[in-house]
């Protein structure tokens, strides 16, 4: 397979990380805390924003903005993966293989505001669409909350979705 990366300068990217074997882990305690030390610790060397994010136990979904010349999502997402496998395996997490990610990734370059806003919808309602919850107000391992605090959803957005996001498919 020949698959080729779309590379914007200061793009804005939405990308879907999933774990080798669709392993549940992510949601656990440990390896939520061990994703956030990583997003921090790599937005300090290589800056980006995190318009979107949203934490499910196989895989996650988030929408990233990247500085003005800037391409290399790549190389940040090498970066978390490893900073996440690294601490598990430092603080002896037993894992049922060695192994934490698949090794590619989906990502999608952002070409509009309405392609912007359906990938947020999509982010926000996941928990939703894979029955954790009946409300992205309810799960926990997301930014739906602070859309809300923005204004940019109301707290009961996602009770009645139309169909466009539910057959959205981007795993």
Not at 108 to 113: A, F, G, I, S
Not at 114 to 126: Q, V
């Amino acid at each position: 397979m020949d698959y080729r990366r779309v590379w914007q300068p200061g793009g804005c990217y939405f990308f879907t990380i999933v774990t080798h074997q669709r392993q549940a882990i992510l949601v656990e305690t440990e390896i939520l805390d061990y994703l956030r030390q990583a997003f921090n610790h790599i937005r300090i060397k290589r800056p980006f924003t995190i318009d979107a994010i949203v934490v499910l136990p196989d895989h996650l979904h988030c929408i990233w903005r990247l500085p003005e010349n800037d391409v290399d999502y790549a190389t940040r997402w090498r970066l978390i993966k490893h900073f996440v496998t690294h601490k598990i395996n430092q603080n002896c997490i037993n894992m049922s293989t060695s192994k934490l990610w698949q090794k590619r990734y989906w990502e999608h370059c952002l070409r509009d505001e309405n392609d912007w806003r359906n990938h947020m919808d999509y982010i926000h309602y996941n928990p939703v669409k894979h029955g954790y919850v009946t409300s992205p107000m309810e799960w926990p391992y997301s930014s739906f909350l602070k859309s809300v605090e923005k204004g940019l959803y109301d707290k009961n957005w996602g009770e009645n979705i139309s169909n466009g996001i539910v057959e959205m498919e981007f795993e």
